[in-house]
């Protein structure tokens, strides 16, 4: 008998921005997997499991809980931010796609959470507010070379950026390197907004013009928001600035 899995984004930190679905489904759940930080935000009652792990163990998570729910439990995966962006849902999607053909009864559905560039955006305006993408700067997964590839066509198509992952001990020079390239190919005064640990106690919103952007600005819980040359800043006496890309933003 086949169980269910449910991917679950828990938002970025903070308990009013988990939404009441993400609470029912963690309510419903018996073995709860993910990075121990993660499981650690959950309030499980002493009939739920947690099957906490490290960071980097994305796959073999995935496998496990799928074992788990093939053999009829009722099996939740969490993730910060939203499960579908640079999280779990994309690895168990992965894992039942290489997986034996049991894992594909499995039920499986995935619980949407905000996503930590729209924390972030939140906090400062509206600087997604016309086209954007989201750029991992990891390279765990993908070569450097790609991302560099990647940074500059989106510079040249006008689009705003949001980075996740930004740097890490492994790669303490690539965010540098990410905004050289992109001095490169945009005007040192396009607004880029460092929000870190958006939702915590300890959150923090810096902005910047690009051409003082420094990796120094930039840890592990932050997602930096680079700006288009539409974005837009209003300074405001007495409260921090607002930034926003306007619905005409684009020229070609
Ligand atoms: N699934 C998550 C992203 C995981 S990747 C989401 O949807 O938000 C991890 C990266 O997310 C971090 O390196 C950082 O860039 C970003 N991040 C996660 N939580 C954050 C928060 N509360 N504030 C700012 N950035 C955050």
Redesign the pocket.
């Known amino acids: 008998m086949s169980g269910s899995l449910t991917v679950i984004?828990l938002g970025?930190?903070n308990a009013a921005q988990v939404t009441p679905e993400a609470l029912a489904a963690i309510e419903a759940g018996e073995d709860f997997f993910g990075y121990g930080p993660y499981v650690d935000r959950l309030n499980l009652r002493d009939d739920q499991r947690r099957h906490a792990s490290d960071n980097r163990e994305e796959i073999s998570r995935a496998e496990a809980a799928l074992m788990l729910a093939a053999k009829g439990g009722r099996v939740c995966v969490v993730?910060?931010?939203?499960?579908?962006?640079?999280?779990m849902a994309a690895a168990v999607c992965e894992a039942i796609e290489a997986g034996p053909a049991e894992w594909r009864e499995i039920h499986f559905s995935v619980v949407p959470?905000?996503?930590?560039?729209l924390?972030?955006a939140a906090r400062v305006g509206a600087p997604l507010g016309h086209d954007f993408c989201a750029i991992?700067l990891?390279d765990n997964l993908k070569p450097w070379e790609l991302i560099e590839k990647r940074l500059i066509a989106a510079a040249e198509a006008g689009f705003v950026m949001a980075?996740?992952?930004?740097v890490s001990k492994a790669r303490p020079h690539q965010l540098s390197r990410a905004f050289d390239v992109l001095r490169a190919h945009l005007p040192g005064s396009v607004t880029v907004v460092f929000?870190?640990?958006?939702?915590?106690p300890d959150?923090r919103m810096r902005i910047e013009p690009l051409s003082n952007a420094h990796s120094d600005m930039a840890d592990?819980?932050?997602?930096?928001i680079v700006g288009s040359t539409e974005t837009r800043l209003i300074e405001r006496p007495g409260q921090a600035p607002l930034v926003y890309s306007p619905r005409s933003a684009g020229k070609i």
Do not use: K, L, Q
């Open positions: 984004g970025p930190g993730s910060g931010g939203d499960a579908g962006v640079f999280a959470g905000i996503t930590a560039m924390a972030v991992s990891s980075f996740y992952n930004p929000g870190r640990a958006a939702g915590r959150e592990m819980a932050t997602c930096i």
